[in-house]
C-alpha cells in the first residue's frame, strides 16, 4: 500500500489517500478483458447462427446423405467472423473478407459437385453455405442482429420447403407470370416516381403533391400484398374449411368479388347456400378490418385511424359474431373462385379508383365545400379501400380534414355493405334471402357508427 497526496495538504507530508498498486492493475486490465469478452461473445453468435442453419440440415439425414450438417456451418460462420473481426480492427485485412468470400463460393461449388455425383438433389445447401459466411461476416463487424435475422429467414427458408412448394402449386402458370408482372413493374414505378420532379399543373403528381404518384404505388403496392396473403391462405384451406372460412379471409382479397364467387358457388351447388350466406356476411365483416389497415398504413400519423379504428372493430366483431351464429349445413367443401389480386388488371384498377377519388374530392372540396366531400364515399360500390386510401391519404397532404375523412370512410363502408345485397339480389335469390336479414344488421350497425362518428366530430 502507498499514499498520495492531494492540495496543500500534501505539502506539508501529510498524505491522506491510500491507492492499493492491485487496483491499478485491475484498471489497466479491465479495458483489454472488457474486449476479451466481447470477442467470446460474438464468436458464440457466430457459432449459433452456423449452427441454427446446420442443424436443419441435419434433419434431412433420413431423406439422403448430408454433406455439410452441424460442424460444417458453425465452422463455416465463425470463418466469416474471424475474417471481419480482423477486418474491423486493421482495414488492411478488408481484402481477406473478398478472398473469404471467394474460397467459400469454391467450396460451395465443389460441394454442389459432390452432391451431382452423389445424386443428391438440389442447390440449397451450397446457397446456404455462402449465406451462413455471410451471416458470420455481420457478427463480426458488430452487426450481430442483422447476423441473427439473417439466419433465422435463411432456416425458415429452408425448413418450410415443403410447405413453399404446396403454395407454389397453388399458383397456376398464368397467376405466377401476372404475379412477376405486377411485382417487377411496381418495383421499378416506385424509384422512378420517388425520383419525379414536376411543376406547372402537373406538379400535383409529384413529390409532396396531393396526388403524388410514388404514394399511389406505393398503396397500390401495399393493397395488394394484403389480398394476395389471404388469396393465397383461401386457396390453400379454403376447400378444406369451406365457405365460411373462404368468405372471412376473402373480405381482405375482395369483398365485392368474394360475394359475387359465392353467389355462383351457391347457385351451382344448392346444398352449400346456407354456408354460402355465412360466408358473404363473414366476408363483409372482414372488410372493415382491411379498411382499418389500409388507413392506418395510408395516414401514419393516426389522425384518421384514431378515429375510426373503434367504429370498425365494433361493427367487424358485430358481423362476425352474427355471421359465425348462421345455421350452417355445409355438406361439401368447395373452393371459391376469386381471381389473384396480384396482376396487372386488378392493380391498375384499384389505382385507377385510387386516383379519380383522390382528384374528385380535392375539386369538390375546392369548387363546392368540404361537405361535398362526403360524395366520395359513393366510390364504395366499386372500391371502399380505394375510398378509404384515398382520404387518409389527403388527410396527410392536409387537403381533408381528419374528422371529414373518416366520417367519409364510415359512409363508404356503409355503402359497400348495402352493395353486397345488391350483388347477392342480383346474382342469387336463395344467397340473398338467407343474408339479407344478417347484412341488414351489419348495415345498421355501421349506420348508427357513422351517426356516432358525426356526432363526436360536431362536439369535436
Known amino acids: 500500500m502507498f499514499y498520495r497526496g492531494f492540495g496543500a495538504e500534501s505539502q506539508t507530508g501529510i498524505d491522506f489517500l491510500p491507492i492499493n498498486k492491485d487496483y491499478l492493475r485491475l484498471a489497466r486490465i479491465l479495458p483489454a478483458l472488457a474486449n476479451e469478452i466481447t470477442f467470446i461473445y460474438d464468436l458464440l453468435i457466430a457459432i449459433a447462427v452456423g449452427a441454427l442453419v446446420g442443424l436443419e440440415r441435419e434433419h434431412h439425414r433420413d431423406e439422403h446423405i448430408v454433406l ?10 465463425v470463418s466469416g467472423f474471424i475474417i471481419s ?11 481477406l473478407v473478398i ?20 445424386k443428391v438433389p438440389g442447390f440449397t445447401t451450397p446457397l446456404a453455405f455462402v449465406v451462413t459466411y455471410l451471416a458470420g461476416v455481420l457478427v463480426g463487424y458488430d452487426h450481430v442482429l442483422e447476423a441473427v435475422v439473417l439466419s433465422v429467414a435463411t432456416t425458415f427458408l429452408l425448413i418450410s420447403k415443403k410447405h413453399l412448394h404446396r403454395f407454389a402449386q397453388l399458383l397456376t402458370e398464368r397467376e405466377i407470370i401476372g ?56 386457396r390453400w384451406k379454403g376447400p378444406s374449411r369451406g365457405l365460411r372460412f373462404s368468405g372471412l379471409l376473402g373480405g381482405l382479397v375482395n369483398s365485392e368479388a368474394a360475394t359475387a364467387s359465392i353467389c355462383n358457388l351457391a347457385n351451382e351447388k344448392k346444398e352449400v347456400v346456407k354456408a354460402a350466406a355465412s360466408g358473404i356476411v363473414l366476408a363483409n365483416a372482414t372488410m372493415f378490418i382491411r379498411n382499418l389497415v389500409v388507413c392506418m398504413f395510408a395516414d401514419q400519423s393516426l389522425s384518421t385511424a384514431s378515429v375510426v379504428a373503434l367504429p370498425l372493430l365494433a361493427v367487424s366483431a358485430i358481423g362476425m359474431g352474427v355471421g359465425f351464429l348462421m345455421k350452417v349445413d355445409e355438406t361439401g367443401k368447395e373452393p371459391m373462385k376469386v381471381a389473384s389480386p396480384f396482376a396487372i388488371a386488378p392493380a391498375l384498377k384499384f389505382g385507377a379508383m385510387f386516383v379519380i377519388v383522390s382528384a374528385v374530392t380535392i375539386l369538390v372540396r375546392q369548387y363546392i365545400g368540404v361537405e361535398a366531400v362526403y360524395v366520395t364515399a359513393l366510390g364504395g360500390f366499386i372500391s371502399s379501400a380505394a375510398v378509404v386510401a384515398s382520404v387518409s391519404t389527403l388527410t396527410v397532404a392536409g387537403q381533408v380534414d381528419p374528422w371529414v375523412a373518416a366520417e367519409t370512410i364510415m359512409i363508404a363502408c356503409m355503402i359497400s355493405s348495402l352493395n353486397k345485397l345488391i350483388i347477392s339480389r342480383a346474382l342469387s335469390r336463395e344467397v340473398f334471402s338467407r343474408s339479407r336479414a344478417p347484412l341488414l344488421v351489419s348495415a345498421v350497425s355501421v349506420a348508427l357508427a357513422v351517426v356516432s362518428v358525426f356526432a363526436v366530430g360536431a362536439i369535436h
Open 179 to 234: 404475379a412477376l408482372e405486377f411485382i417487377t413493374i411496381g418495383f421499378i414505378l416506385y424509384p422512378l416516381a420517388l425520383e419525379l420532379h414536376l411543376s406547372g399543373p402537373l406538379a400535383v403528381f409529384g413529390r409532396g403533391g396531393a396526388l403524388d404518384l410514388s404514394t399511389t404505388v406505393l398503396i397500390v403496392i401495399f393493397v395488394s400484398s394484403i389480398s394476395f396473403v389471404s388469396f393465397l391462405v383461401v
Open 99 to 118: 478472398a473469404g468470400m471467394v474460397i467459400i463460393s469454391i467450396f460451395a461449388v465443389g460441394l454442389l459437385y459432390m452432391q451431382y455425383e452423389m
Open 68 to 77: 455439410a450438417g452441424i460442424r460444417t456451418f458453425p465452422l463455416v460462420s
Open 85 to 95: 473481426y480482423l477486418a474491423s480492427l486493421d482495414p488492411a485485412f478488408d481484402m
